[in-house]
């Protein structure tokens, strides 16, 4: 006959007990496709890389992505693949091409891939926050020492 446990209960963290808790974490994009680049990056910043990640709780790290301008995309992605934007106005729409992003400002393309993989809430617009994102191999968070 089996036995049930009254006393096994889920416990969740509380936020006071997080907050001292957030490291930083580094990711190279050289030579690393886009969407598996951003699905580690969202991944670090929800904070499901943990022990204790509880979905209503933010208890991610801070992720420094450098080299975003060899990031690789695969398939005709390069040719192919658009970004879309409206101003509101009618006729407002507006459509950049990911090579066009990749030569102006690159680190865009990975904000923009991880920013879409995150909640659609406030919590996923905090957790945004902590992405830091450069187009080269230099960064100003080399005194937080990120893994």
Not at 15 to 33: C, F, I, M, P, S
Not at 95 to 124: D, F, N, Q
């Amino acid at each position: 006959m089996l036995k049930w446990f009254p006393n096994m209960k889920t416990t969740f963290p509380e936020a006071k007990t997080l907050e001292g808790q957030r490291a930083w974490r580094h990711l190279d994009a050289r030579d690393k496709v886009l969407g598996r680049l951003a699905t580690q990056a969202a991944m670090m910043l929800m904070g499901k890389n943990k022990v204790l990640w509880t979905p209503h709780l933010d208890c991610g790290d801070f992720v420094v992505v450098t080299n975003a301008q060899n990031v690789k995309l695969t398939g005709k992605k390069l040719t192919q693949k658009e970004y879309f934007s409206h101003s509101g106005y009618p006729d407002g729409k507006k459509m950049t091409s990911v090579k066009k992003l990749l030569a102006e400002r690159p680190e865009r393309v990975i904000e923009l891939a991880v920013r879409r993989m995150l909640p659609k809430t406030r919590l996923g617009r905090k957790m945004f926050t902590r992405l830091k994102v450069y187009s080269g191999d230099t960064h100003p968070h080399g005194s937080q020492r990120p893994k």
